[in-house]
């Protein structure tokens, strides 16, 4: 399966935002890519972005819901799967919820997934926090989604391990490089593709790419703050991932179960007492 980890210039404008998701849905077409994935906050901006107190960050949702369907209408005409960051509007004086939409090839909006660690700014300022892991299953892999500040939280991606996610798809508005040698050491220690996607601007810092099993980069975006996009093959017969494909991933999962180890636990008093000498 092919996918395109994609590299917009976010603003925030949604109209300018959407047709620049739009044209590298198209590209990304023209690769043969099944699912694209775009950074945080890659149709509405994102919060932070503003520098300013939520109070007076006013949103216009009508051209947010313009570009949302707009992008749908092109995903089911492109029978491509989207994976979209955005703000998700709520009911009354609750804040937005800081998103990612999971748009069908059929161009239909079936998930939404919503930051659930944010940031001391965000859950001050600006956002709802999110408590549901979302996990899709497009041509035969998991899919496992997560934004920004979360890669902090092991937790996380620990939880998607146990779902049973091929993929990560971790999208950021972060010029942090530190995010991205921490998503290397996940893919490496969890044996699963890590896709990141972040916004053009941020790329000087940490360029949109994927991740492959073995925690090294498989594909990159260019890092001088170009827009564009990646696309890679999730091949699990890639010769250079069969150690963790085949190997270490199936291992770590049998040493987790516990079982061996149970199999083989000694009734020794010196092993007992941790105070012998």
């Not at 047709?19 to 932070?48: D, I, K, S």
């Not at 939409?101 to 909006?109: A, L, N, P, T």
Request: proline content about 6%; some cysteine; hydrophobic content about 40%.
């Amino acid at each position: 399966m092919t996918i395109a980890t994609a590299q917009p210039l976010v603003t925030c404008d949604p109209v300018e935002n959407g047709a620049m998701v739009r044209a590298l849905m198209r590209e990304a077409h023209e690769w043969g890519a099944r699912l694209v994935q775009f950074p945080e906050g890659a149709l509405t901006g994102y919060a932070g972005q503003a520098k300013r107190h939520f109070a007076g960050w006013n949103i216009d949702w009508t051209p947010v819901q313009t570009q949302l369907d707009k992008t749908a209408e092109l995903a089911g005409e492109l029978g491509l799967w989207v994976v979209l960051g955005g703000n998700h509007r709520l009911t009354g004086s609750h804040r937005p919820h800081n998103s990612l939409y999971v748009i069908s090839h059929r161009g239909e909006v079936v998930d939404r997934y919503d930051k659930r660690y944010l940031s001391h700014t965000e859950v001050t300022d600006f956002y709802s926090p999110g408590f549901t892991p979302v996990v899709l299953d497009v041509s035969g892999f998991r899919f496992g989604l997560a934004l920004c500040i979360e890669i902090n939280f092991a937790e996380v991606f620990l939880d998607y391990l146990h779902r049973g996610v091929d993929c990560v798809l971790f999208s950021s508005f972060s010029q942090d490089p530190v995010f991205g040698v921490i998503a290397q050491g996940y893919a490496a220690a969890n044996c699963q593709w890590f896709s990141v996607s972040v916004p053009a601007q941020c790329s000087p810092a940490m360029p949109s790419g994927v991740i492959g099993p073995h925690g090294a980069w498989l594909g990159r975006c260019a890092s001088d703050g170009r827009s564009g996009l990646v696309c890679v093959d999730l091949d699990r017969q890639a010769p250079e991932l069969n150690m963790a494909l085949h190997v270490a991933g199936p291992w770590r999962a049998t040493a987790r179960a516990g079982t061996i180890y149970e199999q083989r636990r000694v009734a020794d008093p010196r092993s007992t007492d941790r105070t012998a000498p």
